[in-house]
């Protein structure tokens, strides 16, 4: 039975969300490169609370069309995702669409009822992509073994307490453990090369990546974040 039908955890999992090839050469790029650097935690390096190597491909030109597919893969399962949990978007606006010559409250079931077209442009409006994150975990050492969740008061932009939305691409498999372990839900994400996982940024879904076996473990990461104020609501 599928886990998001059996209990709703608002944890998602899209498998095939990306092409195993595509990965596969973003992987063997990735190896090659020299820009990558000791994984980052809040604003240090901690090795003892994640230990990896680390590429944030968002801004350069030379990933930038990586950075197009997989946010593209991640857009449509925002969509999927509103559509199983629509007070994703609902609960936190107070939201009004426009029908013909009235507009209408947006309840989750108006919501759960509006074809692509009529859904998209309200994600793009209330949401922004987050800095895409390309990180490596070294077979039998590397991890991220530290309880944690994505909502902290980092600076006073308050960029950080926008995320609403966790993700994270695998971009590979073929080696033991490593799963993505969420600590109230008890569930274990096992990586498979071009699964996409969504869940909550909050304290909830405190989550660790634990360490690989047998071989090295090579993920995309990043967030779905609100709109700032002045977008969404004006000066």
């Known amino acids: 039975m599928d886990a998001d039908a059996a209990a709703p955890d608002f944890i998602h999992v899209v498998d095939g969300a990306l092409d195993a090839d595509w990965c596969r050469r973003v992987v063997e790029r990735l190896a090659a490169s020299r820009d990558l650097q000791p994984g980052r935690i809040g604003s240090g390096v901690f090795p ?11 801004g350069r030109e030379d990933w930038s069309a990586e950075v197009d597919v997989l946010n593209q893969a991640v857009i449509a399962g925002l969509r999927d995702y509103v559509r ?16 013909g010559d009235k507009r209408h409250r947006l309840t989750a079931e108006r919501l759960q009822a509006m074809d692509d077209e009529q859904l998209m442009p309200v994600l793009m409006h209330v949401f922004r992509p987050g800095a895409i994150n390309l990180q490596r ?54 990586p498979k090369a071009g699964s ?40």
């Open 48 to 58: 003892d609370m994640k230990d990896s190597l680390d590429l944030t491909i968002s």
């Open 84 to 99: 199983l949990y629509p007070h994703t978007l609902v609960a936190p606006l107070m939201l009004e669409t426009q029908d």
């Open 137 to 190: 975990y070294s077979a039998g050492r590397g991890g991220y073994p530290y309880w944690h969740c994505e909502l902290f008061p980092r600076d006073a932009s308050a960029e950080t307490l926008h995320r609403h939305l966790l993700w994270t691409v695998y971009l590979n498999d073929g080696f033991d453990e490593g799963e993505t372990e969420f600590l109230y839900q008890r569930r274990k994400i096992a």
């Open 196 to 235: 996409l996982l969504i869940a909550p940024a909050a304290f909830t879904h405190t989550h660790r990546g634990n360490r690989p076996q047998g071989g090295d473990k090579v993920i995309a990461t990043s967030w779905i974040l609100f709109q700032r104020s002045e977008m969404l609501f004006g000066a």
